[in-house]
Structure formats: structure tokens, C-alpha cells
């Protein structure tokens, strides 16, 4: 964790308000394509049935032996809006993948495979060409596969994205049907999670021995024990489990965009692409 920067707290607002003005003062008609686009070879479900039937998130290299397969299929769909000017010529792009934008590990500042994906569409269509990437459902999705030992990296995601990006945008992409403009918001209640003594208990004899640390809770990590029981303490001295939990859904013509402000696992994706009339839609997670 980090200290809460309390003079950057001061100066965000001012600097999201300036981004939203300058915006608001650059608006320019443009038009809207949208397409499809399909990537499998670099993102891995990172949740995996071990040969014993526990469940185990990011194995270590000691685990690889008793792997039996990753717990889900990934999701391999790449959606792609985008936006032209009224002469016919690209703008940029808005794009959603299911895969988390933490593959440069450490603890160096980067931008990720998104800004290489950046990078790349710039170099095709000029300096001036936007890139928006907004985070798929991808709660359990990361760029290392366990199984077959391959790990990609930022620039080699980034490459494999843009490649398809370019493809969707000139070879497969149809126009929005209209300019209609919806957005709704409302929050639901749900409630949080409660840790039950059995892993309460389980916690506490981890904590004594690290030998001890085995099923049935292994997707917790090395340092989730600990984290667990802040979590019980905590959550304890609430008047109760309810959790307020905003979620928004805009639509630009026939093109649906889910919005929600956690990490959800991709499976939750699913429901909502079947449920849009259009079959068109962007998914942001994070937001």
C-alpha cells in the first residue's frame, strides 16, 4: 500500500476539469464504425485445478506438477469503435480485452501493452491518432500460462493487439446505425462477503507455522492469511454487510458500453453479451 498524496487529492480535480473544458472545446462531428476482433494466444485464466481438486490462483514453479488444467477459458474478444472525421480519415480508437495491464511486474511506472498498442496505431496512422483502452472483465486473466510455462510481455501483447485493432478497423468494421446518445446509472445493494470461522481458524494456524499452508484456501496467497484476518477485523465493526455498488450503461447508437467500478472475474461478461440486442458492446471494469 501507499500514503494517500494529499496535494495531488487537490490538484486532480482541477486537472479533470481542464481535460473535460478542452474537450468540450475541441468537439468536431465524426462518424463511428465497429467491429470485432478475436485474440487467444496471450491472455491465460490464472485459477487452476491442482491435482488434489483444490483450486489455486498463480501457482509457483512447485505447483507446476500438480496442475491439471486452468479452471476456465479465457476471453478472446477484442471489440473495436472507431471514429473517423468527416473527411473520411481515422481518428482513433476505443478498444476493451480481457487481460490485466500489470505484465511489466515490479515496480516501474508503465503504461503497459496499452500504450504499446498506442505506439503501434500512431506508427500506422499518425502521431495524432488516439488509442482508448478500457479494461475487460478480467478479474481472473493475466499473460502467463502455468501449464505451457509462457509468459508474454507488454511490447509483444501490445504488437499481437494492434495487429488485430488495425485488421478490425480496415477489413471488419460496420457503421454505428445512429446518433442516439443514452446513459443511465443507478446502484445496487449487494452484500459483502464474511469470512467464516473454519478460514478464520485455518488463518490463525497458517500464521503460526508456514508449513501448515495448504488446502482448502490456497488461492489466497503467501500474505492473504494476513490480509484475511484485517479483512474479519474490520468488516466486523460495520453495522452491516451492505455494499452500495454503482453501475452505469451508455449507448452510442446500437454500440452497448457496461460500466462497473471493481474487478470482476470474465465470466460475468457473458450474460451481458448475450443480453445485447445489437450483439455491439464495450465492457469497462475498474471504472
Given amino acids: 500500500g501507499s500514503d494517500r498524496d494529499e496535494e495531488f487529492m487537490k490538484l486532480f480535480p482541477r486537472l479533470a476539469a481542464d481535460a473535460i473544458t478542452l474537450a468540450y472545446k475541441r468537439l468536431q462531428k465524426c462518424k463511428l464504425t465497429y467491429g470485432m476482433g478475436h485474440e487467444d494466444r496471450c491472455a491465460f485464466v490464472r485459477d487452476y485445478v491442482m491435482d488434489n481438486g483444490v483450486i489455486i490462483t498463480n501457482p509457483g514453479v512447485k505447483y507446476k506438477d500438480n496442475l491439471l488444467r486452468a479452471y476456465s477459458e479465457p476471453d478472446p474478444d477484442l471489440p473495436v469503435l472507431t471514429v473517423w472525421d468527416e473527411n473520411g480519415e481515422r481518428m482513433g480508437v476505443i478498444f476493451t480485452y480481457a487481460l490485466h495491464q500489470d505484465t511489466t511486474g515490479g515496480k516501474r511506472y508503465s503504461g503497459d501493452y496499452s500504450s504499446e498498442v498506442a505506439k503501434q496505431l500512431k506508427d500506422r496512422y499518425g502521431h495524432k491518432f488516439a488509442s482508448i483502452y478500457v479494461p475487460g472483465y478480467c478479474g481472473d486473466i493475466n499473460h502467463s500460462d502455468k501449464l505451457g510455462g509462457t509468459q508474454w510481455n507488454h511490447r509483444s501483447i501490445g504488437k499481437l493487439l ?30 459483502r462477503r464474511r469470512v467464516t470461522p473454519e478460514q478464520s481458524a485455518h488463518c490463525r494456524w497458517v500464521l503460526e507455522d508456514p508449513k501448515n499452508r495448504k488446502s482448502p484456501y490456497m488461492m489466497l496467497g503467501s500474505k492473504g492469511y494476513v490480509v484475511q484476518l484485517q479483512y474479519e477485523e474490520e468488516t466486523a465493526k460495520l453495522p452491516n454487510n451492505d ?28 450474460p451481458l453479451k448475450e443480453a445485447t440486442p445489437s450483439g455491439k458492446w464495450l465492457m469497462s471494469e475498474m471504472a
Fill in 162 to 191: 494492434s495487429e488485430e485493432i488495425i485488421r478490425v478497423t480496415e477489413e471488419a468494421s460496420a457503421p454505428v446505425t445512429d446518433e442516439t446518445l443514452k446513459v443511465n446509472a443507478q446502484s445496487i445493494i449487494v452484500q
Fill in 243 to 270: 455494499v452500495d455498488m454503482p453501475l452505469q450503461v451508455m449507448r452510442i447508437g446500437d454500440v452497448w458500453f457496461y460500466i462497473n467500478p471493481y474487478e470482476v472475474y470474465h465470466q460475468y461478461a457473458q
